[in-house]
């Protein structure tokens, strides 16, 4: 079964930067070219959303509309990492966030669609506050 874990997250100043790591384990395969990952974020009081999502073997990246050009994801097969760089983070980049995957899940832009068994990280906390 796949495991994931975040990590990263923290409290920082308006416009400053992050870099979200997702840790991956008991995958098939050798590299983590055969899934797709997405990250998500969960506001307080609001539902879970797709930030971004990295497809499987192409690498192709998708981003909310609200985040791109200031987020950056990326597979790292050396380490079986997902990274989610964010910069210039703003106050409604506030919540918790969350890496998934699974065999078969796939990005519909920035959401990833994950089958039943899908795989969830525990979440990490990012706080844009000054």
């Known amino acids: 079964q796949v495991q994931l874990v975040e990590s990263g997250g923290g409290l920082v100043q308006p416009g400053g930067s992050l870099s979200l790591s997702c840790a991956v384990s008991g995958f098939i395969g050798s590299t983590l070219d055969y899934y797709a990952i997405g990250w998500f974020r969960q506001a307080p009081g609001k539902e879970r959303e797709g930030v971004s999502c990295?497809?499987?073997?192409?690498?192709?990246?998708y981003y909310a509309d609200d985040v791109k050009g200031r987020f950056t994801i990326s597979k790292d097969n050396s380490k079986n990492t997902v990274l989610l760089q964010m910069t210039n983070l703003k106050p409604e980049d506030t919540g918790v966030y969350y890496c998934a995957t699974d065999l078969g899940a796939y990005c519909r832009g920035s959401s990833l669609r994950l089958p039943q068994s899908g795989s969830w990280g525990q979440g990490t906390q990012v706080t844009v506050a000054s």
């Open positions: 990295i497809s499987a073997s192409e690498h192709k990246t």
